[in-house]
């Protein structure tokens, strides 16, 4: 789940498309890669020790088996949680060889636990999105690709351009394949008007990346966040469930 611009829906997306996978009977990891740690809070899942992090295994600080660094929140439904060191990860990343591949390499020494692995991307372009962007490529016999949250709002056209030009120049200066799957048009309110209902529509009409779900603005998601689950689990019968639900039916079709 990538895009550098903040407030768009990544956390939400991630979690639920997770527990929508989840319920498809799939094992899933959901990797807190923002160094604000809103993944982790929104499913209470409490901070890895200081010493055994995700950026320390990231930086070779920490060499241990990278099982505990993971947290189970329902069966199936895996978090490998965040620190507040996550903050100086990128500056630390700077300073290493193959700085890109490192968060790959991880998560290659536990993909044969899971079924699917979903990134919530930090609201950046820098270093640490290449380092997702990077574990979503297409490899042999291996499915990846890269899911757009967006804001029905003006600004986020441009914010899409800037990442997907940051994509083409990964693809091309690492020599790899990165399969944007869509965009995901989220909070969507048709109460704020022209706006909202004209973005939406430049969006359908980009035809790639094509939009792959709509999620309009739900007091049921707000109160699944302060309770600490998926709206899945905290509403099942709401129509945002079935939403979330169609867009795993997309992501496990192609």
Known sequence: MANQKGGVGKTAATINLGAALTEQGRRVLLVDFDPQGHLSDALGVGETPDDRTLRGALLGEWRGDLHHLVITHRP??????TNVDMSLLERGLYMQNNRERRLSRLLEALE??????LIDCAPSL???TDC?????????ERRGGIIVPVEAEDSSIRALRLLLRQIGILSEEMDIQLDVLGLVPSR??????????????????????????????RTELRKAWRAKVSVLEY???ADISGWFRDLAKVVTAG
Request: glycine share 8%; with cysteine.
């Open 76 to 81: 199936g439904l895996d978090v490998m949680a």
């Open 188 to 217: 969507i309110d048709v109460r704020d008007g022209a706006v909202v209902t004209s973005t939406l529509e430049a969006f359908r009409g980009l035809g790639e990346p094509p939009v792959i779900a709509e999620i309009k603005k």
């Open 112 to 117: 044969d636990d899971y079924d699917t692995c």
């Open 235 to 237: 509403a099942p019968k």
């Open 126 to 128: 820098g270093v640490i």
């Open 132 to 140: 997702a962007l990077m574990a979503a490529r297409r490899r042999p």
